[in-house]
Nanobody, 126 residues
């Protein structure tokens, strides 16, 4: 079992930055593909970014390209989401998720992900 705990959310003004962290425990996530998703009130959970365990390949939703960066530190068993140039429409609960071990699929759908954190709230004021 993998336990995931997100942190780093909060209230920020438009144009500001936040860095979310996703700390894993229970197992090493070095061979897990890790994703970030978000869910705004009344909306479905949507894909934000993903990083594969092998090769460090990344992929982003169009609406965050150039603004958000996903990274991982396997020594710390942690994944990060650096969010810059935040907009009010980025307001949501952000979740990290793990797919694996050994998965080479960089899914933008929530379905393949086996483990999820509890989420961290990000609120961007205008």
């Amino acid at each position: 079992q993998v336990q995931l705990v997100e942190s780093g959310g909060g209230l920020v003004q438009a144009g500001g930055s936040l860095r979310l962290s996703c700390a894993a425990s229970g197992r090493t996530i070095s061979t897990y593909t890790m994703g970030w998703f978000r869910q705004a009130p009344g909306k479905e959970r949507e894909f934000v970014a993903v990083i594969r365990w092998s090769g460090g390949f990344t992929y982003y939703a169009d609406f965050v390209k150039g603004r958000f960066t996903i990274s991982r530190d396997n020594a710390k068993n942690t994944v990060y989401l650096q969010m810059n140039s935040l907009r009010p429409e980025d307001t949501a609960v952000y979740y990290c998720a793990a797919d694996g071990p050994g998965s080479l699929t960089m899914s933008t759908s929530p379905r393949p992900y086996d483990y999820w954190g509890q989420g961290t709230q990000v609120t961007v004021s205008s």
